[in-house]
Nanobody, 115 residues
Framework: QVQLVESGGGLVQPGGSLRLSCAASGSSRGVNYMGWFRQPPGKQRELVAGFVVSGRATYGDSVKGRFTISGDNAKNTVYLQMNSLEPMDTAVYYC?????????WGQGTQVTVSS
């Protein structure tokens, strides 16, 4: 059974930083099939960052230059380093893992950017 467990969310002031982690168990797909979406209040879920099959990272336009995704295959864990956070980054952040016939999701972790 595949499980994704996220951690690292919280409350941060504008301009601050947070680092999210997502540990996968029950899967040997590796971090190249993992990434992050987020869902701001009252809005649809949107891509934040993810790896494509080649191992290259892709980012949503609103986070380019501020967020960095990285992964550790030995730990089956993907990270999201978020810098220069803005109130518009407030959202529930979800980790995902793509399998051939389905996508698995974590339970979500709340990130709130506010002074």
């Amino acid at each position: 059974q595949v499980q994704l467990v996220e951690s690292g969310g919280g409350l941060v002031q504008p301009g601050g930083s947070l680092r999210l982690s997502c540990a996968a168990s029950g899967s040997s797909r590796g971090v190249n099939y993992m990434g992050w979406f987020r869902q701001p209040p009252g809005k649809q879920r949107e891509l934040v960052a993810g790896f494509v099959v080649s191992g290259r990272a892709t980012y949503g336009d609103s986070v380019k230059g501020r967020f960095t995704i990285s992964g550790d295959n030995a730990k089956n864990t993907v990270y999201l380093q978020m810098n220069s956070l803005e109130p518009m980054d407030t959202a529930v952040y979800y980790c995902y893992l793509n399998h051939p016939t389905t996508t698995y999701w974590g339970q979500g972790t709340q990130v709130t950017v506010s002074s």
